[in-house]
């Protein structure tokens, strides 16, 4: 039933759709590894971000507030 991706980097969860709470902002996120892709990005293990990383790019702290936003069609 699930389409999602497996998380190339950890192979310990999927790779799902999430939101940054501050911004809005859309992307994908292993709640495992805290990897991230921007939404629409192709998920393989050489582009992943660190969730700390992604934040503080954007201006945000390391912590910044994350919530699903699992979307149909999205993923
Ligand atoms: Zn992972």
Redesign the pocket.
């Known amino acids: 039933m699930s389409t999602l991706p497996e998380?190339p980097?950890?192979g310990?969860?999927y790779v799902r759709t999430a939101r940054l709470v501050e911004t809005g902002e859309l992307f994908q996120l292993?709640d495992?590894?805290l990897?991230t892709w921007p939404l629409g990005a192709e998920v393989v293990k050489a582009t992943f971000t660190q969730l700390d990383d992604f934040a503080e790019t954007r201006g945000l702290p390391y912590n910044t507030g994350v919530e699903a936003a699992d979307t149909p069609g999205l993923n």
């Open positions: 998380c980097r950890c310990q969860d292993c495992e590894c990897a």
